[in-house]
């Protein structure tokens, strides 16, 4: 190819001749299809597995597993095998008639896949398309010009696809993974007809300084023609720019030119364009050619960080792959948009494409939503060879090179990376950007997976930009959110860090149609996601949603009182008086209120302050005095909600209907076994053999007792016990501590109206129950514990089976850990009884669990109403661990959480309802929960004496 001079003429008019613009655009005619939402049907045979060896009818695209045929199968009971025995290795054939428009003759016809899994093969009219394509995730097409009818005349195309490759690297690759294996054409299939004399393609180069620069490829070279582009504003339509260039009988033609007052692209502020292309030839136009785009600039400056158009931006992301439960990888233009709005409601910028490309739709979402995409090679732990690679590589960035979201393209998965293949996305990518190997060190990027707390921080002081392009790998209720809080303020602070990526979006379950409809996630292998197989939101979303959100309120504790905010704008390019702050002043129920929500006494909408992106700033807020909780809601330019912070007042720390306790008139009993209290009209009844209530109203109950519960890998100091030969099989295992106390009798005062229990030798030292006028009953209580505890209270053990519903206000509706306080907010909340199992059933938000910062819970059961109202302190709004405070209830716990059934998260002892001090920290699928980070460390308990209060009502 021959080098041209350039003419360039800015804001010229080029002079062309009238002609029809359908005549001489690009024109698609889709014969499958357009995704799994309007599947054509074509005539289909599979030859294995369920419905085989019969010509029958599949909808197209899809996954045939999904549609009936076929075996289902999971990736990694073969990994590492290229022909292993049993692998499904069925082939479908496809059959299909279609007419094309008589107008398309004497153009150039292409017919397109967007990816068939696996090998394909085509006829079309009996004659070949072209070479077998291999690999299922690719895009891939064919020139049938010369094969194809037009007009009535119909034509005939016959696909043969095989679920498994005939070459081993592919099966390696692309199959032998962490995932669902299916066969199919799994993404569109359609004809392109272009003007015999054609722009072939466009890659762009526009930067966020304004300079375009571009190449326009031709099918063939042509004497005395020009290309000439025409920018235009996307959302207003005006023409922003134009220029003209001569191809001086070559096959190509190059822009290079400045472009004034343009607006940016990036994740903040999508702002894109258009160009259009037009081909012409004395004066005559033969093809025009449309390309959104976005001017923005993307560097990876060694040892300091990346930069989107000069400022240093860190990665908010999340792995993505194409699934749903029911059409497996075959989605449709309203799931991609659904797929990346999810992303961007978590406050996330990035998005990784695990581990193979995705529908041109998806990257259409990120352009025009704003997220900073990593476009990766299809693979998993193996690597495409040279050839059939380089193949794959072009594919991928000829299709997805002009998306301003593409800032990255990836050289595989884990090891999966073939460095041969580097020169390939150079030739093809005109930006240059920069290659990544995910899990690896390479191109001045270090991205390793899964590293501790402690790991990452130790990588922080390499010289490398650090970017774990998967971390705090999630699963069921584990990772995520879970620990994020450490590793983001960790990972803030570090100058050399570009952010990372969490692993992953979505659960990748199947609904099998052959299994009454189960959505099989292979047990704790597809279960991995912050959302679960529906996009049901597990409390991690939550977490993200706040910890990720661009405006952070710095002053929860005090906010409300001063009724100022302190902002911090974590922004890279908006200032915050783009954003509108909501507020409202509320009042919360209180227990057996007929009014089930809160009350809103005051609220109004405020224009966010001058705060530049990261900087500081204040806003004032009108003052509300005699209410219960303040709510903040930010709004961003969009009009998207951001997060919304729940902080309350002062006067709301101590419950209302029991500011002043009045006692009740009591009348004693006793026999043998027990003492028998009456007061206010109700009976309670306690052991004499552990002290313990056992009768309250029409309640069977018993407690309290003491319980505490370490890790039982854990040696006496905290830490792994490498003395412990079975350590390893109990770090999922928790062993409790028994109290070894006695009873040793009750003090009765009438006066008071107080029974008071009393023990020694063990922990449990005290639990008096004072008897309050209005029925309920007040429970003070003491322990004392020395040592390493994961979990500390005391409980009080009722039927699970009897419980039917929760209703309380504090933070919710999602439980916590003691490493994910973030996410939930101080509200009025309820729930009916669930038990959902992880992993196979998708109940959220979980009614199982601890809860934090609670004014009151009550229990709705068969026998009745039990109310639980915490007093003399609340787990603090700034999600911080505290010491020990007198009289505190740091958590309630609501029975025990279920793991999964293969246990990999916890084994956590039975706590029936439980007033704690200490919660659990949960895990990651990859790291145990002290190699968390600080939130994630075992509490010592100091031999102190621990106390709290509480007042129960049975109704």
């Known amino acids: 190819m021959r080098r041209l001079t350039s003419l360039l003429f800015l804001f010229s008019a080029f002079s062309i001749a009238p002609c029809s613009a359908q005549n001489i655009e690009t024109q698609r ?37 999904l549609q009936g045929f076929g075996t289902y199968q999971y990736g990694m009971k073969f990994y590492g095998k290229p022909r292993p025995a049993g692998i499904a290795s069925e082939t ?25 899994m696996t090998d394909t093969y085509c006829e079309i009219n009996g004659r070949k398309a072209g070479s077998k394509h291999k690999g299922g995730f690719s895009p891939f097409r064919y020139d049938v010009s010369d094969r194809v009818f037009f007009g009535k005349k119909k034509n005939r195309i016959e696909v043969t696809v095989n679920k498994e490759s005939e070459e081993d690297a592919v099966n390696m690759a692309e199959r032998r993974a962490d995932y669902w294996n299916f066969g199919g054409i799994i993404r569109p299939v359609y ?160 998005v990784r494409l695990s581990h193979a490309p995705a529908d041109p739709e998806f990257y259409e979402a990120c352009d025009s939503l704003g997220l900073y995409v990593m476009d990766e090679q299809p693979g998993w732990h193996w690597y495409h060879n040279t ?90 209720d584990g990772g995520h959110g879970a620990g994020l809080y450490d590793y983001w303020v960790m990972m803030r602070k570090a100058p050399r860090c570009a952010g990372g990526y969490l692993w992953d979006f979505a659960d990748q379950g199947v609904k099998r149609v052959d299994m009454d409809g189960m959505i099989d996630n292979v047990g704790n292998y597809g279960a991995d996601g912050i959302l679960g197989p529906h ?62 929500k809160a009350t809103i006494v005051a609220s109004g909408t405020l224009t966010g302050p001058d705060v530049a992106p990261h900087a500081q700033g204040i806003l004032p807020l ?48 006793e026999n043998d076994y027990s003492l028998t209290v009456t007061a206010a009209g109700k009976e309670y009844r306690f052991s004499k053999k552990d002290g ?86 007040k429970l003070d209580y003491a322990y004392t514990f020395g040592g390493v505890v994961d979990e500390m209270g005391i409980s009080f053990a009722y039927p699970e089976s009897k419980v039917k519903s929760k209703e309380w206000v504090g933070d919710g509706p999602y439980r916590v850990w003691q490493n994910r306080l973030h996410g939930p907010q101080y509200g009025y909340w309820q729930n009916d009884y669930n038990d959902p199992v992880p992993g196979e059933t998708f109940e959220y938000p979980e009614f199982k669990g601890y809860f934090a910062n609670c004014s009151w819970m009550t229990l709705h059961t068969a026998d009745g109403a039990v109310t639980i109202e915490p007093l003399g302190g609340f787990a603090p709004a700034a999600k911080a661990k505290t010491e020990a405070r007198p009289g505190a209830v740091d958590y309630i716990g609501v029975y025990t959480p279920r793991d999964g059934r293969d246990h990999i998260l916890y084994t956590l002892p039975e706590t029936g309802i439980a007033l704690l001090k200490v919660i659990p920290s949960v895990r990651n699928k990859v790291n145990t929960t002290d190699l968390n980070g600080p939130s994630a460390q075992v509490f010592w308990a100091d031999q102190s004496q621990y106390t709290g209060s509480v007042i129960l009502r049975f109704e």
């Open 692 to 777: 313990s209530l056992v009768k309250a109203s029409n309640f069977t109950i018993a407690g309290p007792s003491f319980i505490c519960a370490k890790r039982s890998d854990r040696s006496q100091d905290g830490f792994y016990n490498h003395d412990d030969k079975e350590a390893e099989k109990k770090k999922t295992q928790y062993t409790t501590y028994m109290d070894q106390g006695a009873f040793t009798g009750f003090t009765v005062d009438a006066d008071k109206a107080t029974v008071k229990a009393t023990y020694k030798h063990g922990s449990l030292e005290s639990a008096e129950w004072t008897f309050l006028a209005d029925g309920s009953v």
């Open 387 to 476: 050839i059939n690679g380089s193949k794959l590589v072009e594919a991928m960035v000829k299709r997805d090179h002009n998306h301003p979201s593409v800032i990255f393209w990836s050289n595989g998965n884990e090891g999966g990376f073939n460095m041969e293949l580097d020169p390939v996305f150079h030739q093809f990518d005109l930006q240059k950007r920069t290659v990544v190997y995910p899990w690896a060190n390479e191109h001045g990027l270090e991205t390793k997976h899964y590293r501790s707390w402690g790991e990452t921080q130790a990588l922080l002081r390499e010289p490398e930009i650090v970017m774990p392009t998967e971390f705090l790998h999630g699963l069921y």
């Open 92 to 116: 479908g054939k496809y059959k299909y008639e279609f007419q094309l428009p008589a107008s398309w003759e004497g153009k150039q016809i292409f017919l397109c896949f967007e990816a068939s």
């Open 535 to 596: 996009f049901e939101k597990e409390g991690s979303y939550y977490t993200i949603k706040e910890i990720w959100c661009p405006v952070q309120i710095t002053n929860l504790e005090t906010a409300f009182d001063n009724a100022v905010l302190n902002l911090d704008n974590q922004y890279d390019f908006l200032n915050l008086k783009d954003c509108k702050f909501k507020y409202a002043y509320k009042n919360m129920p209180q227990p057996g209120d007929k009014t089930k």
């Open 191 to 350: 004809l392109i007809a272009k003007p015999a004399h054609n722009i072939e393609r466009v890659a762009i180069d526009a930067r966020h300084d304004g300079q375009f620069i571009c190449k326009a490829y031709l099918n063939h070279a042509l004497e005395n023609t020009f290309v000439s582009v025409e920018i235009r504003d996307l959302a207003t339509k005006k023409v922003v720019a134009n220029a003209t260039e001569t191809t001086r009988s070559s096959d190509f033609a190059e822009f290079n030119f400045k472009v004034n007052d343009i607006k940016p692209w990036s994740a903040e502020t999508p702002n894109r364009y258009e160009a259009v292309f037009t081909l012409s030839r004395d004066n005559k136009p033969l093809h025009t050619e449309k390309q959104k785009f976005g001017f923005r600039t993307v560097e990876v400056r060694a040892h300091d960080g990346v930069y989107i158009n000069g400022q240093k931006v860190m990665m908010k992301g999340v792995n993505r792959n194409s699934f749903r439960p029911e059409s497996g990888r075959t989605l449709s233009k309203a799931k991609n948009i659904e797929d990346a709005e999810l992303i961007k409601s978590m406050n996330m910028n990035a």
């Open 622 to 669: 009108p003052r509300r005095d005699n209410v219960d909780v303040l709510e903040v809601t930010v709004i961003d330019n969009f009009g998207k909600e951001l997060y919304t912070w729940s902080m309350k007042s002062n006067a709301a720390k101590t419950p209302a209907t029991h500011k002043e306790l009045k006692a009740a008139a009591i009348s004693v009993s």
């Open 29 to 65: 005619v889709y014969i499958s299809g357009t995704g799994c939402d309007d599947m054509k049907q074509w005539d289909f045979m599979c030859t294995d597995g369920r419905n085989s060896g019969k010509w029958t009818k599949i909808g197209v695209p899809s996954c045939w597993e």
